[in-house]
């Protein structure tokens, strides 16, 4: 494994303030610029949208993606049977759809965090590749230390990227029974279970 | 009559007696009582108007619908997600329904400090009386408390602490325990099903108008004239332009809501006090595994309390108050520690689990400013606060232990993971603070606070603004501290007791 022996993040954040490094992150500033230029080296070789499903809303298919391949870490199975797959689920098409009415400023937040897994979040853990080309157990330490950042900002980002898909994952009725979860309650008016 | 401001397909103009901005339980209770006096009133919300059917009881398609920013709203260093009301009925529609007054010497330390009159305990009894009748408030017993609230009660009991049952306002539950979703029964005794009809029946000139987000307070050489607004369509963008002469303007869009209007209306402030005091209650979750089944999902939440480490003396160390936290699946997996398969794992145990959580009676004062038109709150916990919380949530860990529970969990990075009750020292200031542990905040409150010295407040104890005439705040956004206990009653009672105030300014 390719690993450098200063992270991109420290390298990063001794070359600039603090502040002005984690601004970029999730913010906007300088580095958000710079981020948004590597991207735009780096988009060749992902996957097209799935073919046959409704078009993505606001994600683009490199954002897509991304979050499909988060998702597929951070909901993996712990054994075999009974658990469908985030994709099979949906994990990524519902985050496209639950953007689409977010807060535009909320929205970009979401985008650069994307941006920040893909392609700077490896490099901070030793690693060339981008996310979505690292193998599983790359890609789980890349987001182990993303969810334990000494920056805040990457912290919070880490569990806002949880949330949505947790969101995208156990809303589907075909996960209820991983928690045991009877489901939704809803009695008529007479009181009796539809 | 309602107005769903989505259908509009043209600018909209009117005028009326008042104007209320915020539909929760200040907007609510105020519209009521201005209808009830014979004035014309128009009350906007900035959410869409919503009927129990509605209430699917899916997380991922209530918490979009009920909550600001689509349940994505946080302090602005992401540190604590704030949990507040969209819609008509504001949090009145995914609250729990608790009911606690405001603790007498809470209000004593407002009249002292703050120099608020008028608004004693004593002042305030007969309106919480009246407001817990209208609203049909009574004790939830203990053959209705759900298992998660038996397992606080039992702990609360095996270590002697104090304890005891919650009041609320519903009345006809199915105890589903979806009521953070939205009642699809309409057992809750709130704004829509209460003090909405209420007001429609006593005035039928009465409007509410939906999906209208008001944007500027107008004011003239020292008094309110209207407000204008926007109308949004489903997807939120504008649509018409709302404008609403009055006599009287009613701000009640909450702490956040009703300072960024004040904000972006440039008002008076000569003492900077404009969206100063914010208060949080910030609090943290801890969760317990038991041997048998809890199924804390199901059943009434939050009807039961643990006060052992609550007092509402100045300056006291004792500030946290814990009741129950469960949490439906989608918000279960979000708030658990970790990912992946252990992550699974751990919520393959979610019907043996029941959860506590700690809220600290806050003394850190934060502020809302604007940005782009939206609000931003910051709000960085202090440390006298964040020490209550720890010392909270040492409590519910020993809660859990007491009622039995094989294991206490804290979803701290990393996850702290307790199996004996000795180990609850090991909840620190290294595991809990911001972005150490999910924070959470559903009590937003101050930001536009009462008292006589415009100095230090921003109404007058009347609840009308210090410099415009007829303007006045009616909802968490008065209250100059803390208080300490949920909220929503003592939102709906000094609404219900300034409201006469606006009656009077609007009759000249």
């Not at chain 2, 595994?289 to 100045?314: M, N």
Request: hydrophobic share 45%; proline share 5%; with cysteine.
């Amino acid at each position: 494994m390719d690993r450098r022996t200063e992270s991109a993040g420290a390298r990063l954040g001794n070359a600039i303030p603090r502040r002005k490094w984690l601004g970029s992150v999730l913010i906007g500033g300088t580095l958000a610029a710079l981020g948004g230029a590597v991207a735009l080296l780096r988009t060749a070789g992902y996957d097209a949208p799935p073919s046959g499903a409704t078009p993505l809303q606001v994600l683009s298919s490199v954002q897509y993606t991304v979050v499909r391949a988060v998702a597929r870490r951070m909901v993996a199975a712990d054994r075999a049977e009974g658990v469908p797959s985030p994709d099979a689920v949906g994990v990524a098409e519902f985050v496209d759809g639950y953007l689409v009415a977010m807060r535009p400023p909320l929205r970009r937040d979401v985008f650069r965090l994307l941006a920040y897994i893909e392609q700077l979040a490896p490099l901070a853990s030793g690693y060339r590749q981008r996310f979505t080309e690292l193998a599983p157990d790359a890609q789980d330490e890349v987001l182990l230390a993303l969810e334990a950042s000494r920056f805040e900002q990457l912290r919070a980002g880490f569990q806002a990227m949880k949330s949505l898909v947790m969101m995208g994952y156990y809303r589907d009725a075909r996960t209820f029974s991983i928690l045991g979860y009877g489901g939704p309650f809803v009695l008529d008016r007479a009181g009796t279970t539809p | 009559m309602i107005i769903r401001g989505r259908e509009l397909t043209a600018d909209f103009e009117d005028s009326a007696d008042a104007v209320v901005v915020g539909t929760g339980a200040g907007g609510g209770m105020a519209l009521r009582e201005l209808s009830r006096a014979g004035l014309k009133v128009i009350a906007l919300e900035e959410g869409g108007y919503h009927v129990p059917t509605d209430f699917t009881q899916r997380e991922e398609k209530m918490i979009p619908m009920l909550f600001q920013d689509r349940g994505a709203r946080t302090t602005a260093d992401f540190a604590i997600r704030v949990l507040m009301g969209r819609g008509v009925g504001g949090s009145t529609i995914h609250n729990t329904n608790l009911c606690k007054r405001t603790p007498g010497e809470i209000l004593d330390q407002w009249a002292r400090r703050f120099a608020v009159v008028g608004c004693s305990e004593r002042d305030l009894a007969p309106v919480f009386e009246e407001v817990e009748r209208d609203l049909s408030v009574s004790e939830i017993p203990e053959p209705q408390q759900n298992a998660n609230n038996q397992v606080l009660a039992r702990g609360v009991k095996a270590l002697g602490f104090r304890g005891g049952p919650l009041r609320h306002n519903r009345v006809g539950c199915r105890e589903s325990g979806f009521c953070e979703l939205g009642c699809a029964y309409d057992a809750k005794q709130n704004v829509t099903k209460v003090l909405l009809p209420a007001a429609m029946a006593a005035n039928e000139q009465t409007v509410v108008m939906s999906d209208v987000r008001a944007t500027r307070i107008i004011h003239r050489q020292g008094a309110v004239a209207g407000v204008a607004g926007t109308a949004m369509n489903a997807a939120g963008k504008p649509i018409a332009n709302i404008t609403l002469k009055a006599k009287i303007v009613v701000l009640a869009a909450s702490a956040v809501g009703s300072a960024a209007l004040a904000l972006a209306s440039d008002l008076p402030d000569p003492y900077g006090r404009l969206g100063r005091g914010l208060r949080l209650h910030p609090g943290a979750a801890v969760a317990g595994f038991f041997d048998q089944r809890i199924d804390g999902v199901y059943g009434i939440p939050q009807s039961y309390e643990c006060t052992e480490l609550l007092d509402f003396a100045e300056q006291s160390d004792r500030r946290a108050w814990i009741t129950t936290a469960f949490a439906h699946p989608i918000g279960a997996a979000a708030s658990l520690p970790g990912f992946g398969a252990a992550h699974m794992a751990l919520l393959r145990r979610y019907a043996h689990m029941a959860v506590l959580t700690a809220m600290v009676h806050d003394e850190t004062e934060g502020h809302v400013t604007l940005e782009d038109g939206d609000p931003k709150l910051h709000y960085g916990i202090g440390e006298g606060d964040r020490d209550q919380l720890i010392g909270g949530l040492r409590a519910c860990a020993r809660i859990l232990f007491a009622a039995g529970a094989r294991e206490v969990v804290l979803a701290s990075i990393p996850a702290l993971r307790l199996t004996k009750p000795a180990e609850v020292d090991r909840i620190t200031a290294d595991v809990v603070g911001p972005h150490k542990i999910p924070l959470l905040s559903v009590h937003p409150m101050g930001t536009l606070c009462l008292g006589e010295d415009p100095k230090t407040s921003v109404v007058k104890s009347t609840g009308e603004h210090h410099a415009i005439r007829g303007l006045f705040v009616l909802d968490g956004s008065l209250f100059p501290t803390s208080i300490g206990v949920p909220p929503q009653i003592s939102i709906y009672a000094f609404s219900r007791h300034l409201a006469k105030h606006a009656v009077e300014r609007a009759r000249g």
